[in-house]
């Protein structure tokens, strides 16, 4: 069976850094995948990874059965508002109809059936609303969720997100979790958060990531020794509730730590 | 001068197919973060024209081949080295003003013309450079029309176009050589010194004051024409430079219009 993305031995990095040294890693088509990990351990090298901006120094990185940039088309990608120019004159509608370009031919613009689509999208995630507003006059959750329209237009069987939840409020991310649930059924969604008790409460399955490899765990708990590998310290766990956790501070270590009061 | 006057009638012209030209490219120079770039391009025209100065050779030419040729090796640096991309544009800009003066030293000639074309000549513009201006304007307007999207795609956030498969690169190397044939065919209206005002001032007040990137370069060309004609007025009621008055137009008006919407 054709596997969501596969990464074998992989060793990657910027110049001459790996930050990933030997990773590993193959995901199964289906759920929802949540990856972890403190600033800098390789979080977003596995997503550039993913996507086919980044090459590997060594090892091989499979998506959808065949390389990264052959499968663009098939992957969505929701980015960090910030690489968004919100000084640009573009609407809402405009933002999230984007999602079609490598679809349509650099020259087409996208007809009424991509504009219905897009409006659908972005009913689904109550910003339908917002339509016509410029992106300049959107909040932070707003244009949050305008990138995950854009990105699901394109009705990917990978769907990559980087921090979809930085500025979201509970309603927000409740219904952006609710509809991620819905569209994995059947398709593959990959989210990278900070916030472990975020992602222990939607996803299917973890991916730690630190000291330069990935390690897998099939289902939404977290063993406390998965994250003292990952942020490389001891780390205290407490489980309560829906599950939620909190990691406490602690002296000895300047990782940016996720978690929740 | 009359508005009869054939040299005034030229310059009208002229300004008009300036703004059609600034009004696509100005734009999207401003909107791809580019303004700089064109500026770097615009003193590496100096290079070419120097360089033609030296030879003996038909200027035009020699300008539009060697501002493309830099073009086209900064997008090459820009993907294959690690270093900053205004680092990159900034010895672009001074290597491309060198390889000028050098050539023009090594002619031991006097360089009259070429000062003109350093800082403009809108009253003097021969008929033939308006046929080349108006032949840039009939390649642009289509060509941007035809990909807005795509350049709007590129323009919001170049990583999410990149990873969605369009042609990133094609898009980026098709508005380099956009930018590189405007400021060399555009040096004769305003002067490659003056040209990165034109490049960024009215490009920058309409997509601040539109509502798409298509009504932003019909409002950054109206922008232009008015400075343009402001400036011509200025030029003819006073006697000074018609590329300079442009600019200071258009400069004041950018000055106020930036305070009255500051933070």
């Known amino acids: 069976m054709t596997a969501a993305f596969r990464l074998d031995h992989v060793a990657a990095g910027y110049g001459p850094i790996a930050v990933l040294e030997d990773a590993s890693m193959e995901l199964p088509v289906g759920g929802l995948l949540g990856m972890i990990g403190p600033n800098g351990a390789g979080k977003s090298t596995v997503l550039r990874l993913l996507l086919g901006t980044l090459a590997p120094f060594r090892g091989t990185v499979e998506v959808l059965g065949t390389t990264p940039r052959l499968a663009r088309k098939r992957v969505g990608y929701v980015p960090q508002t910030l690489s968004v120019a919100r000084d640009l004159p573009a609407t809402l509608l405009e933002v999230v109809t984007t999602g079609f370009v490598g679809l349509l031919p650099p020259w087409r613009s996208p007809g009424a059936p991509e504009r219905e689509r897009a409006l659908a999208w972005c009913e689904r995630l109550r910003i339908a609303h917002l339509a016509g507003r410029r992106l300049s006059e959107l909040s932070g959750g707003q244009l949050q969720r305008a990138l995950v329209a854009r990105a699901l237009v394109r009705e990917p069987e990978l769907l990559l997100l980087d921090e979809p939840t930085a500025n979201a409020d509970a309603r927000a991310e409740a219904n952006l979790f609710d509809l991620l649930s819905d569209f994995s059924r059947d398709r593959t969604t990959v989210l990278v958060s900070h916030d472990v008790g975020v992602l222990s409460r939607h996803v299917r399955s973890i991916a730690c990531v630190g000291a330069g490899r990935i390690v897998h765990h099939d289902g939404p708990e977290i063993p406390a020794h998965a994250l003292e590998d990952a942020y490389g310290c001891p780390v205290d766990l407490i489980a309560h509730g829906h599950p939620h956790r909190v990691l406490s501070e602690h002296e000895g270590c300047d990782h940016d730590h996720g978690g929740e009061a | ?263």
Not at chain 2, 119 to 147: N, Q, T
């Open chain 2, 1 to 263: 001068m009359s508005l009869a006057n054939p040299f005034l009638i030229s310059a009208l012209i002229a300004v008009l197919l300036t703004a059609i030209a600034t009004g696509v490219v100005g734009t999207l120079s401003v909107a791809n973060r580019m303004v700089s770039i064109g500026g770097g391009l615009a003193h590496a025209a100096y290079g070419g024209l120097g360089l033609a100065f030296l030879l003996g050779w038909t200027p035009l030419p020699v300008a539009i081949l060697f501002t493309l040729f830099f073009a086209l090796a900064l997008a090459w640096l820009q993907e294959r080295v690690h270093e900053p991309s205004d680092t990159l544009t900034g010895v672009l800009w001074a290597l491309g003003m060198a390889i000028g003066i050098l050539c023009i030293d090594l002619s031991r000639r006097y360089a009259g013309d070429l000062n003109a074309i350093l800082f403009g000549s809108l009253l003097a513009i021969p008929r033939e450079d308006l046929v080349v201006l108006g032949i840039l304007d009939c390649l642009l307007v289509p060509a941007a029309a035809l990909f807005r999207r795509s350049l709007l795609a590129l323009a919001l956030d170049r990583e999410f176009a990149e990873v969605s498969g369009l042609p990133v690169r094609a898009l980026r190397i098709g508005l380099l050589v956009a930018v590189s044939l405007s400021v060399v065919l555009l040096m004769r209206v305003v002067g490659l010194v003056l040209m990165v005002a034109l490049l960024s001032i009215p490009g920058s007040l309409s997509l601040r004051w539109s509502r798409s990137l298509g009504r932003a370069m019909l409002l950054s060309g109206v922008l232009t024409l008015v400075f343009g004609l402001a400036g011509l007025w200025l030029s003819w009621r006073f006697d000074l430079s018609s590329g300079a008055a442009i600019i200071a137009v258009a400069g004041v008006v950018y000055l106020i219009a930036t305070l009255r919407s500051r933070k």
